[in-house]
């Protein structure tokens, strides 16, 4: 286990190195924008995806049965980060008028159909956990 956290440690900070590598030469305005966007993504979890990823979880505890808890809890981070991730290209940002090629793609049906492959990887490892609890036997007084 020691041997896999080192790698995972070393490839983070290999891909960190090579990132900064590739700003060496930007402006200080591209170095203020990349400023800019890191600090509005740290913001953006905390103030907005962590809290709304904890209020599902806790509904879920709350309401769903044991074996569904886990799975959705994680379909609701990936789902949040998710679509985190999409919402530039969902808001149509970045799109440039007079190119088509631009932000041309399915984007929302892309997001839609990832949103229905994580629900149902979240009911399928439910169904699979259940299926896999062993029975429970009480004994009669």
Not at 10 to 37: C, H, I
Not at 79 to 95: D, Y
Not at 98 to 107: Q, S
Not at 118 to 131: M, P, Y
């Amino acid at each position: 286990m020691r041997a896999t956290r080192a790698l995972l440690l070393l490839t983070g900070v290999g891909f960190g190195l090579w990132g900064v590598w590739l700003m060496r030469d930007f402006t200080r305005e591209q170095l203020t924008s990349e400023a800019f966007w890191l600090a509005g993504g740290v913001v953006l979890h905390d103030v907005i995806l962590a809290p709304v990823v904890v209020v599902l979880g806790y509904g879920a505890s709350r309401l769903l049965p044991g074996h569904f808890r886990s799975g959705a809890a994680t379909a609701f981070l990936v789902w949040g980060t998710l679509t985190v991730t999409f919402l530039p290209v969902l808001s149509g940002q970045g799109g440039k008028p007079g190119n088509d090629t631009v932000l041309g793609k399915p984007y929302v049906l892309s997001w839609i159909v990832m949103t229905l492959l994580l629900a149902g990887w979240a009911v399928g490892g439910a169904l699979w956990r259940r299926r896999r609890r062993p029975v429970e036997v009480t004994a009669e007084p």
